[in-house]
């Protein structure tokens, strides 16, 4: 087992409660064997840190497991799933579709695993974590009445620890094509695909911002969803009564996916458009359509810090635009998911805009995650969703 020994005072941001240890903070390693093994980590002065994994190809070059000196084994990994999942299970609300494993914030690091019903789905992101892997897909039939078992780890953030871009079922006991089904969550009824669908299959983050924003649509009220994705929010709309939805996506398969949502859900006035968002909202200004209600819920336009200037400049047009286009006294939802951009960073983006398109104002609400993304505050990776309720006058 490799020791690894930090830098004088790089242990503050650990004892704090961060989660990583970057390459540029170690001193020296010694006794190393196997890249991405479980290490021991120390002080400067050789005081006991704790356990995690260690990559020395990674620019998170430690991921850190525990503070005990423990072994780290299927036993470990079922415990600490099980902590995880019994957290879920305090929100009254949970269901049967939600996060169990939200990686680094269930100090299981690197590791995604989201439930539907008995159908789950796993990303791995450390190289660490993908030894476990056996383990994870046994834990998840034995202990959890797994059916049907998928991979999404076609991502990047893969390549950085030196790990094989990969999805597809790992274990099934379904018949054919048994990957694409209906679940209900808070009332709506989705048809999820867990092999050809975003992410882990679907966008579980967003479920408390869809109950908040049900809460300020009325039956007068002309909405415009941007980013619809699978249809979540615009469907959420219908069952408030909005009088017109148009809902815009750039990604045909989504499209397809939030048509068949609405049509499982008798949401029949929902105008959904396959098109890039930016042209499309260019195109509305040839017009005079205004709108009560723009729910704006763009992807991360940055997966590192190289490219946060450009990003900042897409945050800022966009909800320019949408200010632009709305009507006076009307609601502006917007959000960001890059853990880059931090909430500071975001509100001067919403206020840059608010100058630019000469409208004033007001916070009324701000949204983080789902109940079921918990958040290290000592962490700002954690908190990567950022979202806020504007009143614009």
């Not at 195109?283 to 450009?310: A, E, M």
């Not at 960073?345 to 789902?370: A, G, M, P, Q």
Request: proline share 2%; with cysteine; charged share 30%.
């Amino acid at each position: 087992m490799a020791k690894i020994y930090l830098k004088k005072n790089e242990d503050r941001r650990l004892l704090a409660g961060h989660q990583w240890v970057f390459s540029n903070e170690i001193k020296k390693i010694e006794d190393f064997v196997t890249n991405g093994e479980v290490s021991e980590l120390f002080t400067e002065n050789g005081r006991f840190l704790g356990k995690g994994f260690y990559n020395k190809n990674s620019l998170i070059a430690y991921r850190h497991i525990t503070d005990k000196d423990e072994i780290i084994d299927k036993k470990f990994i079922l415990k600490k799933i099980n902590n995880a999942n019994s957290l879920r299970k305090l929100y009254r609300e949970s269901g049967n579709v939600y996060r169990i494993v939200n990686s680094e914030s269930d100090f299981l690091p690197g590791l995604i695993i989201d439930k539907f019903g008995d159908r789950y789905s796993i990303q791995i992101f450390s190289l660490g974590m993908e030894s476990y892997l056996e383990d994870i897909v046994n834990i998840l039939k034995e202990y959890f009445k797994a059916k049907l078992i998928v991979e999404k780890n076609d991502n990047d953030l893969r390549k950085l620890e030196g790990l094989e871009k990969r999805e597809g079922i790992i274990f099934s006991e379904m018949p054919s094509n048994e990957f694409i089904f209906t679940e209900e969550i808070d009332g709506i009824k989705f048809k999820f695909d867990l092999i050809n669908g975003q992410k882990t299959g679907f966008y579980l983050d967003q479920r408390r911002s869809r109950k908040i924003v049900g809460k300020y649509i009325h039956d007068r009220h002309c909405v415009l969803d941007l980013f619809c994705n699978e249809g979540g929010f615009a469907i959420t709309c219908v069952f408030e009564g909005a009088n017109e939805i148009t809902a815009v996506d750039s990604s045909e398969h989504s499209i397809k996916m939030a048509k068949e949502n609405a049509a499982l859900n008798s949401a029949e006035r929902i105008n959904f458009i396959c098109s890039d968002v930016f042209e499309y909202l260019n195109g509305l200004f040839q017009s005079d359509k205004k709108y009560d209600v723009i729910i704006l819920d763009p992807p991360s336009f940055t997966k590192s810090r190289k490219n946060l200037v450009s990003a900042l400049k897409g945050y800022e047009e966009l909800n320019t635009k949408c200010m632009r286009l709305l009507k006076t006294n009307s609601l502006l939802f917007t959000f960001s998911c890059s853990h880059h951009i931090s909430e500071k960073t975001f509100e001067d983006v919403i206020v840059k805009s608010s100058l630019s398109s000469k409208r004033k104002i007001r916070i009324l609400e701000s949204i983080n995650c789902s109940f079921d993304h918990p958040v290290i505050p000592q962490m700002n990776e954690t908190k990567y969703l950022k979202g806020y309720l504007l009143n614009v006058k």
